[in-house]
């Protein structure tokens, strides 16, 4: 059975290659295996340092950022041209555990129509939202990702566990709302049933609206907690900065609701939109503007 493991990067040298590094250490016995690192025009020495360490990893090389969304599909694309039939999307700033890739494919045979399957995450140590709250001896095991919920409300995830100590209470396996874009192993019949990532996004939620679309064709997305990752929180993210994030973030919660959310809750966006434009920040009225004049993927910021 052929994998592909899809990371894209930008300007992330030193987490891209710690990475790599710990995927050399999968176990992945009879299956063919082939990592794609799909480079945003990084300006670091990203791809020089992954050609001259890593040889057998196959990188594309954009011109431009093209964001998390476009990249990843670049990627898949790729895959999919090559005939793998599982492709894993996996954060750039992630360290995974030999066996995570083995127990995320059994994970299909749980049931029927399982099209994406999700690790168990944790933040790596260090990396903590609360670092003071924890023990030595608990770092490693706090929470990330231990299954992923949608407030309708809000317009937002949820990530179940986040924060918590592991102590063996999300060890079940179960059917989730959504799978977190920092990993998840997706069937190829799903991009060849509902697309790719939607690349008005450019980056945040276009995980969710991937996995909403999913699900609304019949694709159950399980989570599975045998499968084991860390991530640096926000190591991706460095050179993101609360701009960024208040830009992206308004913006697409208006595409999101828009796309899927209730009428009622579509009506309350607007009213916020509307507090945004007059009463926002310089960059949530941009992303307001933005949306309404249909200026999506890396939009004005």
Wanted: aromatic residues 14%; charged residues 25%.
């Amino acid at each position: 059975m052929k994998i592909s493991i899809v990371i894209v990067n930008y300007n992330r040298e030193k987490v891209i290659l710690s990475c790599l590094k710990s995927l050399e250490k999968v176990r992945c016995k009879g299956h063919n295996l082939t990592t794609v690192v799909v480079d945003n025009a990084s300006t670091d020495k990203s791809v020089e340092l992954i050609e001259k360490y890593f040889p057998g990893v196959k990188i594309i090389k954009n011109k431009e950022n093209l964001g998390f969304s476009q990249g990843n599909n670049l990627g898949i694309k790729y895959a999919l041209e090559n005939y793998s039939e599982y492709i894993l999307l996996l954060n750039n700033d992630t360290l995974v555990e030999p066996g995570f890739l083995i127990n995320l494919l059994e994970s299909f045979q749980i049931a029927r129509n399982i099209g994406i399957v999700a690790p168990k995450i944790y933040f790596a140590p260090g990396f903590e939202y609360h670092q003071n709250r924890y023990k030595v001896n608990q770092k490693g095991k706090v929470i990330w990702y231990a299954g992923g919920k949608l407030d309708w409300k809000n317009i937002a995830g949820v990530h179940e566990g986040l924060d918590e100590v592991d102590k063996g209470q999300f060890n079940q396996s179960k059917e989730v709302e959504y799978a977190s874009g920092c990993c998840m192993l997706i069937k190829r019949e799903v991009f060849e049933q509902i697309g790719f990532f939607d690349n008005r996004y450019f980056l945040y939620l276009e995980d969710i609206d991937f996995c909403i679309r999913a699900k609304k064709n019949k694709f159950k997305i399980f989570f599975q907690p045998k499968a084991i990752i860390w991530h640096k929180n926000l190591g991706t993210d460095k050179y993101t900065t609360r701009s960024r994030q208040a830009y992206y973030y308004t913006r697409n919660r208006l595409i999101f609701g828009f796309s899927h959310a209730p009428l009622r809750t579509k009506i309350a966006l607007i009213r916020e939109s509307l507090k945004f434009l007059f009463g926002g920040n310089f960059w949530q009225k941009k992303a307001v503007q933005d949306f309404y004049s249909g200026k999506f993927a890396k939009g004005s910021f």
